[in-house]
């Protein structure tokens, strides 16, 4: 396991001269070749679906029109610090991939979507928009809404944001650690990033600190999770438990590892969360925000000691009515997420039917700010 | 091919009108939002499609050739 950065220790961002000491000069590379340089990489969007850049890339440089790009800093999630520790870390690299990726598209317009303007953005010739801190913030026609000068809020996914995204025009949303590997990329050639690819990954451990590793790809779950954890939650609030015995060998794809310990609850920790997701509901939809707060309010009771007859039945039903039945994947996401805490913790219901709980601590440990 | 319906759920404010309509594919759920069946509208069921697109307040139903 690599060098481990948290926000704390980071203490102040390079300049652009120090950042071109450390990596060279931005190198100038026709867009095909940059184009052919990053498919020979394999390198896959680090925003959360893994998405081979490529093919969004050339999606959008086979567009016509004025044509915008973004880098996406928001990170709504809390379980999740790597966006802005690279933001604080190196944004000149973020801004380096935003620069690249605007001339492989032919996108001139390029725009910053982050909490906290990192100030070389602004000698940079980038915009940058601040971005809301809600749990949706960066989803991608959200951020769309908000850039246009809209709430911040999602949007129907017709037509989609490559055709008509920020102002109507042909849109391209990258997460910020996509736009460093790129730069990196562009640097070094799709060889070395093949032979040492890395990801950035938020690990989360039992005194509820998040802290960033950057781990070579390969890298287990069990090697982050440290000694002691019993569950695994992979993947943030949208993600999925599982028990350590089962994650420890699995390679890590997601970017987000929470791990809990045997003296906490999962169901109390997921019932807590549940309760944020319900509140950070976009609230268009009618579903999803009838049935968040009542599967909610379910899982508080599953989490309480004691007979609870009916409670799962109505909580499957709710989750059923509401999963895909929204603007954006808010609803199926928590659904994902919760299906998973009642499958993984399902001894712990046994356990709560009885009279009993597991827990030694009431300290919360899973974020909701 | 026979077009399917398409719902937005984010225009749509649960009036219901389309539920009776069209209530070979579409039903309410708890909460008075439709659940919009996605198979092909065969021809028969064509008439009864377009009213319920048509009756929408929040025109959140269409019909797609696609």
């Given at each position: 396991?690599?060098?481990?950065?948290?926000?704390?220790?980071?203490?102040?961002?390079?300049?652009?001269?120090?950042?071109?000491?450390?990596?060279?000069?931005?190198?100038?590379?026709?867009?095909?070749?940059?184009?052919?340089?990053?498919?020979?990489?394999?390198?896959?969007?680090?925003?959360?679906?893994?998405?081979?850049?490529?093919?969004?890339?050339?999606?959008?440089?086979?567009?016509?029109?004025?044509?915008?790009?973004?880098?996406?800093?928001?990170?709504?999630?809390?379980?999740?610090?790597?966006?802005?520790?690279?933001?604080?870390?190196?944004?000149?690299?973020?801004?380096?991939?935003?620069?690249?990726?605007?001339?492989?598209?032919?996108?001139?317009?390029?725009?910053?979507?982050?909490?906290?303007?990192?100030?070389?953005?602004?000698?940079?010739?980038?915009?940058?928009?601040?971005?809301?801190?809600?749990?949706?913030?960066?989803e991608e026609s959200a951020l769309a809404s908000r850039i246009s000068g809209g709430p911040g809020l999602p949007t129907?996914?017709?037509?989609?944001?490559?055709?008509?995204g920020i102002?109507?025009?042909?849109?391209?949303?990258?997460?910020?650690?996509?736009?460093?590997?790129?730069?990196?990329?562009?640097?070094?050639?799709?060889?070395?990033?093949?032979?040492?690819?890395?990801?950035?990954?938020?690990?989360?451990?039992?005194?509820?600190?998040?802290?960033?590793?950057?781990?070579?790809?390969?890298?287990?779950?069990?090697?982050?999770?440290?000694?002691?954890?019993?569950?695994?939650?992979?993947?943030?609030?949208?993600?999925?438990?599982?028990?350590?015995?089962?994650?420890?060998?699995?390679?890590?794809?997601?970017?987000?590892?929470?791990?809990?310990?045997?003296?906490?609850?999962?169901?109390?920790?997921?019932?807590?969360?549940?309760?944020?997701?319900?509140?950070?509901?976009a609230?268009?939809?009618?579903?999803?925000?009838?049935?968040?707060?009542?599967?909610?309010?379910?899982?508080?009771?599953?989490?309480?000691?004691?007979?609870?007859?009916?409670?799962?039945?109505?909580?499957?039903?709710?989750?059923?009515?509401?999963?895909?039945?929204?603007?954006?994947?808010?609803?199926?996401?928590?659904?994902?997420?919760?299906?998973?805490?009642?499958?993984?913790?399902?001894?712990?219901?046994?356990?709560?039917?009885?009279?009993?709980?597991?827990?030694?601590?009431?300290?919360?440990?899973?974020?909701?700010? | 091919?026979?077009?399917?319906?398409?719902?937005?759920?984010?225009?749509?404010?649960?009036?219901?009108?389309?539920?009776?309509?069209?209530?070979?594919?579409?039903?309410?759920?708890?909460?008075?939002?439709?659940?919009?069946?996605?198979?092909?509208?065969?021809?028969?069921?064509?008439?009864?499609?377009?009213?319920?697109?048509?009756?929408?307040?929040?025109?959140?139903?269409?019909?797609?050739?696609?």
């Open positions: 396991m690599t060098a481990i950065l948290t926000p704390s220790i980071v203490d102040g961002s390079p300049t652009l001269a120090e950042h071109e000491a450390r990596f060279g000069a931005l190198p100038r590379i026709p867009p095909d070749r940059l184009l052919a340089m990053i498919e020979a990489s394999g390198l896959t969007g680090r925003g959360g679906a893994n998405f081979p850049a490529h093919r969004k890339l050339r999606a959008l440089a086979a567009r016509h029109g004025r044509k915008v790009v973004v880098g996406n800093g928001a990170e709504g999630e809390p379980t999740s610090a790597k966006d802005r520790t690279l933001l604080a870390a190196n944004p000149h690299l973020v801004i380096d991939g935003l620069h690249l990726v605007g001339q492989m598209t032919g996108a001139q317009t390029r725009y910053l979507y982050a909490p906290e303007i990192p100030y070389a953005a602004a000698e940079r010739g980038v915009h940058y928009v601040r971005s809301p801190r809600y749990f949706l913030a960066g129907y996914k017709r037509p989609p944001i490559f055709d008509r102002n109507g025009r042909p849109t391209l949303v990258h997460n910020v650690e996509t736009l460093a590997h790129i730069a990196l990329i562009a640097r070094y050639g799709p060889d070395w990033f093949r032979s040492c690819e890395s990801r950035l990954v938020t690990v989360t451990r039992s005194d509820g600190i998040p802290r960033v590793a950057q781990v070579p790809v390969g890298t287990r779950i069990g090697d982050l999770v440290g000694r002691g954890a019993t569950e695994v939650l992979v993947g943030g609030y949208h993600g999925e438990w599982f028990p350590v015995s089962v994650a420890a060998g699995m390679p890590i794809r997601a970017g987000i590892l929470a791990a809990l310990g045997p003296d906490r609850c999962g169901l109390v920790e997921t019932a807590r969360v549940a309760t944020y997701l319900a509140d950070e509901s609230r268009q939809c009618g579903p999803c925000l009838s049935a968040l707060p009542l599967i909610a309010e379910a899982l508080h009771r599953l989490a309480r000691p004691g007979h609870q007859p009916g409670v799962r039945e109505r909580l499957e039903r709710w989750a059923g009515l509401v999963s895909g039945r929204g603007g954006c994947h808010h609803p199926d996401g928590s659904v994902r997420f919760v299906r998973s805490a009642l499958r993984v913790f399902a001894p712990e219901i046994a356990l709560h039917e009885r009279g009993r709980c597991r827990a030694r601590t009431f300290e919360p440990l899973l974020p909701v700010i | 091919m026979d077009p399917k319906l398409q719902w937005n759920p984010i225009a749509c404010d649960g009036r219901g009108l389309c539920a009776e309509l069209f209530a070979e594919r579409i039903v309410l759920d708890d909460w008075g939002y439709p659940l919009v069946s996605d198979r092909p509208v065969p021809p028969e069921l064509l008439r009864d499609a377009r009213a319920a697109v048509a009756a929408c307040p929040m025109f959140a139903l269409k019909l797609n050739r696609r």
